[in-house]
């Protein structure tokens, strides 16, 4: 099988209930592995009520070649355990990433429109028509 764009990467991306970093720190217990880069609502520019400043914005952990991705989400509805993923893409060409939100959004219900993100790049979220929950983002 020829892979077609090396740079393309897709990964789950988890949200918990305000304990994703108890949730990764025992996730990394069992399967070893390191945290490469976690970062809290409080570290970014947004307004965030006291309570939610030291819950994770973002979080990637990998091990053994795997990456996950996680954040314990905006707070503002508690996340339903099982559906509490997205499908995280990550493409490297801006054009190619607006075209594929356009197109995945299609018949869905864009969630945060695709637009540059004060952590740099492209960011937007959607759920397509068939129900599943995408993130895409690029440099």
């Known amino acids: 099988m020829e892979v077609q764009n090396p740079t393309t990467q897709v990964n789950i991306y988890l ?4 304990n994703c970093e ?21 570290e970014g520019p ?12 973002h979080i990637e952990y990998v091990f053994d070649g795997c990456q996950l991705l996680a954040s314990d989400g905006m707070g503002e ?14 493409l490297a060409d801006k ?7 356009v197109k995945l959004g299609e018949g869905g219900k864009t969630q945060m429109e695709f637009n540059e993100v004060f952590w ?20």
């Open 22 to 42: 108890e949730a990764i720190n025992y996730y990394q217990s069992i399967l070893g592995g390191e945290i490469k880069m976690k970062s809290t609502f409080g």
């Open 120 to 139: 740099g790049g492209s960011f937007g979220t959607l759920v397509d028509k068939f129900g599943i929950q995408w993130m895409l983002s690029c440099p």
């Open 77 to 90: 509805a508690p996340c339903v355990m099982g559906t509490n993923f997205h499908v995280s893409v990550f």
């Open 46 to 57: 947004m307004e965030v009520p006291d309570s939610h400043k030291d819950k994770i914005m």
């Open 15 to 18: 949200t918990f209930n305000g």
């Open 95 to 101: 054009e190619k990433a607006k075209l594929t939100f």
